[in-house]
């Protein structure tokens, strides 16, 4: 064998940069060889791109649910109504949300058109009844703007509407939440989940209205929400939002009175003002699809809480002398 220096080995095979030219073309005949005798510049560098990149063409954004990140930042951007969603399961929280999709879809929303949202797919998989959690399993945190995964998990679906009215134009966030989160908070009080209400403008505390219509499951049911009610109390120490009590399936009769009643004297005991807000998000019967969501939506965006004046009187009723009499007994 023998020892040659590693530049004079016969050997050794020239780099690629020197068997082609400027274009990219093959130059030589053999490795070490240049056509027309040329030598390698000094100046060539090994590694360099032989094609340019492509240029990247835009993307649409993507339109899933958004993560607390991002419902964050898009607060920051503009004013926009949070609405709180609490309810158990079978409560028909996604199925509000999917009617009321349809609705603005089809420009079936009395009073309100649709301008735009962030999160279509998001809509459209709630309107097909899509739910890909892994093995059953609900999620147990909000997304977030950078995953991808297969399930889908919690997060915040996003409306723009116009108000035919007046022309005032709304945002909407909405949570879409596993109703095991409400459950756990119930019976648990697992609330930690849940401070994002504190932000909310609203709160739609959402119940199956047909359970309260069959006497046998009528005061189960009224338990759990005076429960519930008690744990959302304990979230909000001070100034709480607007609490909506939504019984869904109204197609299936008209709500019990004296459940309700009981329901708004547990509110007011945890200085809660609870309004009631029927619905039908779907029905077989006489009832239209959609039933009362117009009307939540419109009282959704009113204001009941007595807003502090921005310039309040602060003059003093004491009497205009009342500097010279200061330390005297008057």
């Known amino acids: ?63 899933g649910t ?3 990140a991002d419902a964050d930042e898009l607060m920051r951007n503009r004013q926009v109504n949070l609405i709180g969603i609490v309810g158990f399961p079978n409560a028909g929280k996604t199925a509000c949300l999917a009617s009321l999709y349809l609705l603005l879809a ?17 809509f459209e ?36 509407l116009k108000r035919e009215s007046d022309g005032g134009k709304f945002d909407f966030l ?30 739609w ?13 009528r005061a189960g049911a009224l338990y759990r929400v005076t429960i519930l009610i008690e744990r959302l109390a304990a979230i909000f120490p001070a100034s709480p939002p607007r609490i909506i009590f939504v019984a869904t399936w109204h197609d299936l009769g008209a709500f019990p009175e004296d459940a309700y009643s009981k329901m708004e004297e547990c509110g007011k005991k945890h200085g809660f003002n609870i309004e009631f807000f029927p619905i039908a998000s779907f029905s077989d019967g006489d009832t239209k ?14 204001t009941s809480v007595k807003r502090v004046p921005f310039w309040p009187n602060l003059q003093s009723e004491r009497p205009k002398r009342s500097f010279l009499s200061f330390g005297r007994d008057v």
């Not at 649709?114 to 797919?121: E, I, N, Q, V, Y």
Request: with cysteine; hydrophobic share 40%; glycine share 10%.
């Open 289 to 302: 699809p959609g039933y009362g969501l117009s009307e939540l939506i419109e009282s959704s965006v009113a």
């Open 174 to 203: 909405f949570p879409d939440l596993p109703g095991e989160w409400t459950r756990s908070l119930q019976a648990m009080g697992e609330a930690k989940r849940f401070e994002f209400l504190r932000a909310a403008d609203v709160i």
């Open 1 to 63: 064998m023998n020892d040659y220096a590693p530049d004079e080995c016969p050997d050794r095979h020239q780099p690629l940069v020197a068997l082609v030219g400027d274009s990219g073309a093959y130059r030589g005949d053999a490795p070490g060889v240049l056509a027309g005798n040329e030598s390698l510049s000094a100046d060539s560098s090994l590694g360099d791109a032989v094609l340019p990149s492509p240029e990247e063409k835009p993307k649409l954004p993507r339109s």
């Open 106 to 122: 089809h420009r079936l929303l009395h009073g309100f058109s649709f301008l735009g949202s962030k999160t279509l797919m998001a």
């Open 125 to 160: 998989e709630i309107s097909r009844g899509v739910r890909r959690w892994n093995a059953g399993n609900p999620p147990t945190q909000m997304t977030s703007h950078t995953n991808l995964a297969d399930d889908r998990l919690a997060g915040f679906l996003h409306l723009r």
């Open 66 to 68: 958004l993560g607390l």
């Open 205 to 217: 505390l959402m119940a199956n209205g047909g359970e309260f219509l069959d006497e046998k499951l």
